[in-house]
T-cell receptor, first 114, second 111 residues
Framework: SQTIHQWPATLVQPVGSPLSLECTVE??????LYWYRQAAGRGLQLLFY??????ISSEVPQNLSASRPQDRQFILSSKKLLLSDSGFYLC?????????????FGPGTRLLVL | GENVEQHPSTLSVQEGDSAVIKCTYS??????FPWYKQELGKRPQLIID?????GEKKDQRIAVTLNKTAKHFSLHITETQPEDSAVYFC??????????FGAGTRLTVKP
């Protein structure tokens, strides 16, 4: 069966510091991968998605970036964090190229920027 | 692009009553509509989904209906229980990478 991992689970970072969040998926090949951000008490905002290694699509302009160095690895980064970057970051995957498009979410990383 | 609106933002019901959450979408090409449940501090979990070739789908106490003409779909929970308390999100998609979520409905079931 498929499993999705995210780490770290929680992170407290000062404004202006760098960020690296990692997501990995097990038990599937060539998944579509997604990064979402959820502000406290709010909905899900799609940040990036990837359909393959090195292929990244950005949904909103921001000081974040994403990379997919391996088939089942998706990384979210920032060079300098802003206060507004605080939130719950969720990675999700779906079967690539299939007609079923159900997205399955990882456990999330809770980021607090102070 | 797709825009999904969800109502109400909060919903409080007595245990045993029914709860209904409604969503509308803008892109007539959307053909896949999942519903997620998110408990406090946890990840969203898929609870039911429907595709555009089906008008209604049931899974025990949960049902979803779809009206393609009006571009709206609804989640129905019958015989609500305190453990149904959570935030529920609807979403719509046409080819997967365009999935858009509603803003969420916070459901509280009072014992």
């Amino acid at each position: 069966s498929q499993t999705i991992h995210q780490w770290p689970a929680t992170l407290v970072q000062p404004v202006g510091s760098p960020l690296s969040l990692e997501c990995t998926v097990e038990g599937t090949s060539n998944p579509n991968l997604y990064w979402y951000r959820q502000a406290a008490g709010r909905g899900l905002q799609l940040l990036f998605y990837s359909v393959g290694i090195g292929q990244i699509s950005s949904e909103v302009p921001q000081n974040l970036s994403a990379s997919r160095p391996q088939d089942r690895q998706f990384i979210l980064s920032s060079k300098k964090l802003l206060l507004s970057d605080s939130g719950f970051y969720l990675c999700a995957w779906t079967v690539g190229g299939a007609t079923t498009r159900t997205q399955y979410f990882g456990p999330g990383t809770r980021l607090l920027v102070l | 692009g797709e825009n999904v609106e969800q109502h109400p933002s909060t919903l409080s019901v007595q245990e045993g009553d029914s709860a209904v959450i409604k969503c509308t979408y803008s892109d007539s090409a959307s053909n896949y509509f999942p519903w997620y449940k998110q408990e406090l501090g946890k990840r969203p979990q898929l609870i039911i989904d429907i595709r555009s070739n089906v008008g209604e789908k049931k899974d025990q106490r949960i049902a979803v209906t779809l009206n393609k003409t009006a571009k709206h779909f609804s989640l129905h929970i019958t015989e609500t229980q305190p453990e149904d308390s959570a935030v529920y999100f609807c979403a719509a998609s046409s080819f997967g990478n365009d999935m858009r979520f509603g803003a969420g409905t916070r459901l509280t079931v009072k014992p």
